[in-house]
Structure formats: C-alpha cells, structure tokens
C-alpha cells in the first residue's frame, strides 16, 4: 500500500528561515537599543562611557534598518516604549501576582511582610529620579518640577515603610519580653546557652573605619533621606544620583 504525503499547514523551510531573520532582527535593535539607553543615563548621572555614546547610536539606527529590511517596516513606538519601559522588581511581581504565579508564602512575604509596600517606593523614587534627570537635561522646569514632587512622594512612601518595620521589631521584641518575664514568674526561666569558648580579643576597630562599615552595612536610612531631600532643593544631580543609588539595599537593624 502507497501513501501520499500531505503537506501540512505550518511555514515551509523559507518561511520559517524569514521567521528566524525578523526574530534576530528584533533582538539585535533592542538590545543596542537598551545599551545605549543605558550608557546616556549612566553619563547624565556623571559616570559611563561617553565615548561610546556615538558607536551605539549609530549601532542602534544600523539595527533598526536590518530590522526594516527583514519585517518590511520600522521599529514601532509601541515596540521601542516596551524595550525602554522601566520594568523593575516590583512591576515583575505585580504581574507575577496577577497571573497567579506566586504562592501563598510569597504572596504572604510580599503583602503581608510590606515588600510590596517597599518595591512601590522604590518603583516611584526611581521614576522620579529619571523625570529629574531628563527635564533637567531641557530646562523644562514643570516637568522637573514633577518629578522632584514625585520623588518626594516615593521618599516619603519609603520612610512610612521603615517605620513600619521598626514597630514591628519592637511590637517583637516586646512579646519576647512579655514571654521571658512570664517564664521568671513561673519559675521556668529559659535554659541559658552554652557558654562559647573565649577567644582571643580582636583589635576595637578605629571609629572611622567602625563608621564606614555600619555606613555599608546600613543602607539608605533617615540620615541619608535627609541629605537627599536637601539635595533635591539644591538641584545637586550628582548627590541625588549617589544617594538614590543605595536605595535598593535594605537597611539592617538599628
């Protein structure tokens, strides 16, 4: 018995080669695209690689025609906003969390714990901080001006957060005593750990570098919050760049 070979309906072997051009093209334009991005604001903040600025601008238009000549058009808007969109920790888990992908004990941490509440302030501080930065470059003072009003507002969002985490510790710390004392008055006072065995002394840090490792160790706290309030009134970029820079690392315990 013969059979026939029915072609099916999927691409041929030229068409799935085009489908592989367009999805490189694609790729190529927004990651010079990103690149570059990235580099004009690491030397709007003072840092980066002017020097390159040039190369990757010409790298990002090569990309785009490569992207014409195998889609048949340029890069949309929509498509060069989804590449350049801020999409940072707290947009992924609120998406993560809209689609379901989050567990109870995550969604416990992220809602319950106040990581959403900290990843929204950052998410606000960090679109601030980029609304300064861009209108500042222009001299279009409104916009600047919402900015800084933004900024301020994820500032605030920030300190509400640490406050909220140091009533915490104390509303813990104050059950712990609660339950010591209870013991005591019971006369079932907990068992002291074992002693460990005694080492010999380490030299007491200086004061500085004491200072500069409780500084690395701290994070952004309220002295810093406060210096960055004053250089959002100064206009002082460079200092608001510095600052917002540690915003990202939690601060430990006081």
């Given at each position: ?46 840092a ?17 025609i ?6 048949g ?32 004990e ?15 302030a ?56 609660a ?52 250089a ?23």
């Amino acid at each position: 018995m013969s059979f026939k070979v029915i072609d099916g309906g999927g691409p041929d072997k030229e068409g799935r080669d085009r489908q592989r051009e367009q999805e490189w093209a694609s790729s190529d334009f927004s990651s010079a695209l990103r690149e570059c991005a990235a580099n004009v604001l690491r030397v709007v903040r003072g840092a980066g690689k002017p020097y390159e600025l040039l190369v990757q601008m010409q790298e990002v238009v090569d990309k785009a025609i490569k992207y014409r000549e195998a889609h048949g058009y340029y890069p949309s808007s929509d498509l060069i906003l989804t590449k350049l969109a801020l999409h940072d920790e707290y947009k992924q888990q609120r998406k993560r969390d809209d689609r379901g992908e989050i567990n109870e004990e995550s969604r416990h941490f992220l809602r319950e714990e106040g990581e959403f509440t900290r990843l929204h302030a950052l998410h606000v501080i960090h679109c601030g901080a980029l609304q300064i930065a861009a209108s500042g470059l222009i001299g279009q003072d409104t916009q600047q001006r919402a900015g800084e009003s933004e900024l301020h507002r994820g500032l605030t969002m920030w300190q509400q957060w640490l406050e909220e985490q140091r009533r915490k510790r104390q509303d813990a710390a104050s059950v712990t005593r609660a339950g010591q004392k209870r013991l005591r008055r019971q006369g079932e006072a907990p068992a002291q750990a074992s002693r460990p065995v005694a080492k010999a002394a380490s030299p007491e840090p200086t004061p500085a570098r004491q200072s500069q490792r409780t500084r690395r160790q701290r994070g952004f706290g309220e002295a810093d919050l406060k210096e960055l309030r004053k250089a959002i009134k100064a206009k002082d970029a460079k200092k608001i760049a510095e600052l917002t820079a540690k915003i990202g690392r939690r601060p430990s315990d006081d």
